[in-house]
């Protein structure tokens, strides 16, 4: 196969671009880097499309691996022709390639193996000839014998249709002409094992959904419905048509004696074999799109999260909220530095509040806290009121903002942890997590698995391999899109960046503690283990903001530092002004001396072209300065308080298949149902939504004994 062509194809590009993405993957190149510095080799894909483009390749030579596999194995069998040859070629998937080669697939004891033990085949290849004045009783007489098990002629003609069934199932073609009806007419069908049994799946008691239409969060309901043993679940369709298919397959209308026996044989192939192995098939692609769609919106929300712009410059005070061990307290200057722990007991006697309110203003007031950062968890809304009602008496204006502690946990008990805390209890680990991933959301996540952080849906239902893979690769864009501080970066974070592994990233931090903070990106390749492949695809990544060369504090690549200075002299600036760092004005320069000539002038593409001008415009830019600043709040809400109508702010924490969940300052998130989201017909929330969007709504309906909170973003007043 000609990967090129076919992958031009599917993704809509030239082949030109196909085959340089291919040979640059082939030769070892991260995606980041692909995607960030050689533009011009495929026309300015994204990262994600060039990932995709990536799996996609991935699995076409795995096809092409068992087309070979099963042609070998075949040949082995000495059942291989040029037909069967030219129909392994011509196959476009691998159902294609096991249903050729399910009729020569070693079979277990089956009902068919049995039959022709008993020397029964002959007779079934003869009813299936269905040749004029052939008598199938008088002929199955021949086959009767006592030592084979084989009675009466009737049972010989049973063991002969065991056998038709066997070859029916094993057909390739009619399989392919089955799965589009099952596709097409097939409904999805749960009911309840026990109906007086109270579950969270009795909306799936008694329910049915057409298979082209059912949406993928509800196959991944009634998955864990029927894993959890709640639910029965199956495709129902009527059987007429798919009969009709293998009648006309089979009988040739010669020999009504033959076509009877042939239709029992046919019936027998469907029901039995057919039906439910072409359900399987058709459960397990719903099962495998509902899980890569989650898996797209986890990886959008994992996206978003990651990318939550830094609360810069600010004194973050960190707490663990918890009931009988007390709410854990962590107090970290600007830079995540350690200044303070202790435990406080806001949820205990009077009397240890008001000890804990005053442990907290003295804290606010020896470290100039700024912002106070609450976990969500257990006891959060309890803490959120006490903060509420504390920062009042501060004396100096000082907010708070509640977040997912979803994670911290996982992260204090970590070798990490241990490594960057040890002077600090496991607990007071949280603390610390929970203040500094206000801070900088990107560098404290990193440090935790993906599928931790707990903005997807269904994720512990997903394929471990595949969605690890997905978050990985969203973990790994987010960070190469932002860069690292080479100085500052803990080995988490370096680990994630463009061409490096945890030795060489266990390197760069030892590297970094015997000789101090390196002086320019050059200085990386002193590292031990890190070699010019390495340098290539990290050094653009990670920035120096230290150097003396501004250079190394931009996302420009350091195979580009020539045509960068050059660029800055063609566009007027002196050596003064290029030391200094300032060119603010670069852009409009660029565009005066015209952006095509300029491009040749330097023998770089205008993508390049761009990317620098837009680095050295803003040196040390960050793109999540970009994004939506998260919302502060300085009073709480309690259920309590909404009423129908209400309108209020919040902040969107997860978008899934059928609405978002919203914070609006409550213990409770809130749902914004897809039908509420706005006026216009969408398919999915995250077409107009997405983590970390501020959105004003409108309460519908509190329910405050089954704590749900129902909102509307329509009609709501843009004041």
Not at 383 to 391: L, V
Request: charged fraction near 30%; include cysteine.
């Amino acid at each position: 196969m000609d990967y090129s062509v076919t992958l031009s194809q599917l993704f809509d590009i030239k082949e030109e671009y196909a085959k340089n993405i291919i040979a640059l993957l082939d030769d070892g190149n991260t995606i980041p880097f692909i995607a960030r510095y050689r533009k011009e080799m495929h026309g300015s894909m994204d990262d994600q499309r060039i990932r995709e483009f990536s799996e996609k390749l991935e699995y076409l030579r795995g096809l092409d691996k068992r087309r070979e596999e099963i042609r070998g194995l075949i040949e082995a069998q000495q059942n291989l022709t040029e037909e069967i040859s030219a129909s392994l070629d011509k196959a476009q998937t691998l159902s294609e390639l096991e249903d050729i080669y399910r009729p020569f697939k070693p079979k277990r004891k089956t009902r068919a193996f049995v039959a022709k033990q008993r020397g029964l085949e002959p007779l079934a290849l003869e009813i299936i000839k269905q040749e004029k004045g052939f008598e199938p009783m008088e002929y199955a007489c021949r086959f009767v014998d006592s030592e084979k098990e084989v009675p009466t002629a009737q049972d010989a003609v049973k063991g002969a249709m065991d056998i038709i069934a066997e070859m029916l199932s094993d057909s390739a073609a009619i399989r392919k002409h089955l799965r589009p009806i099952f596709r097409k007419e097939g409904m999805l069908k749960a009911s309840a094992v026990d109906k007086e049994q109270e579950s969270v799946y009795t909306n799936y008691y008694d329910y049915s959904e057409p298979v082209k239409k059912i949406a993928g969060h509800r196959v991944l309901a009634v998955n864990r419905g029927e894993k959890e043993g709640f639910l029965k679940v199956g495709i129902s369709l009527d059987d007429e048509q798919p009969l009709n298919v293998i009648y006309r397959a089979l009988d040739k209308g010669t020999n009504p004696l033959c076509s009877d026996i042939l239709r029992e044989a046919g019936e027998d192939a469907y029901t039995r074999l057919i039906f439910p192995s072409i359900e399987r098939e058709i459960r397990s692609e719903l099962t495998e799109t509902a899980c890569e769609n989650a898996m797209k919106v986890f990886a959008s929300n994992l996206k978003q999260l990651l990318m939550q712009p830094p609360v810069k410059g600010k004194t973050v005070l960190g707490l663990d909220p918890g009931y009988r061990t007390g709410c854990k307290v962590a107090v970290v200057d600007d830079t995540g530095k350690v200044l303070d722990t202790t435990v406080i007991y806001p949820t205990h006697s009077e009397t240890k509040i008001a000890q804990s309110k005053r442990k907290l203003l003295e804290l606010i007031k020896k470290h100039n806290v700024d912002i106070i950062s609450i976990g969500n968890g257990t006891a959060s809304k309890e803490t959120e009121m006490f903060a509420a009602d504390a920062i009042k008496e501060a004396g100096r204006e000082v907010y708070y903002m509640v977040v997912s502690e979803a994670g911290a946990s996982v992260y204090s008990a970590s070798k990490l942890a241990a490594t960057e805390l040890p002077e600090l209890d496991l607990t007071l680990r949280s603390a610390v997590s929970i203040a500094r991933r206000l801070q900088d959301p990107l560098a404290e996540l990193v440090k935790i698995e993906p599928k931790a952080i707990g903005v997807g849906q269904y994720q512990h239902d997903m394929p471990k391999k595949r969605l690890e893979e997905t978050l990985d690769g969203v973990v790994e864009d987010c960070v190469n899109s932002v860069g690292a501080d080479l100085n500052t970066a803990s080995p988490a974070l370096l680990l994630r960046v463009s061409g490096l592994n945890s030795t060489v990233c266990n390197n760069i931090v030892a590297y970094r503690e015997e000789n101090g903070a390196f002086s320019s990106r050059a200085e990386l390749k002193k590292v031990p283990k890190l070699g010019p492949k390495a340098f290539e695809q990290c050094a653009g990544f990670l920035r120096v903001p230290e150097s003396r060369n501004p250079l190394d504090n931009t996302g420009v690549h350091p195979e580009s530092y020539a045509t960068a200075k050059e660029l800055l002299k063609t566009a007027g600036y002196t050596d003064e002004q290029i030391k200094s760092a300032k060119f603010s004005d670069l852009a409009q320069r660029v565009k005066q001396l015209g952006t095509k000539e300029l491009s040749q002038k330097l023998s770089i593409g205008l993508p390049t072209l761009d990317d620098i001008v837009k680095e050295l415009s803003k040196p040390g830019r960050d793109p999540r300065d970009e994004m939506p600043k998260p919302m502060l709040r300085s009073d709480v809400l309690d259920i309590k308080d909404l009423k129908e109508g209400m309108e209020l702010t919040g902040t969107v924490r997860n978008v899934i298949d059928f609405g978002a969940f919203v914070d609006i300052g409550v213990h409770q998130d809130g749902l914004v149902h897809i039908s509420q989201i706005c006026d216009k017909f969408i398919k999915h929330p995250s077409q107009v939504l997405k983590v970390g969007d501020i959105v004003k709504v409108k309460i519908i309906s509190v329910d405050i004994k089954k704590n749900r909170i129902s909102l509307s973003m329509r009609d709501v007043s843009s004041k």
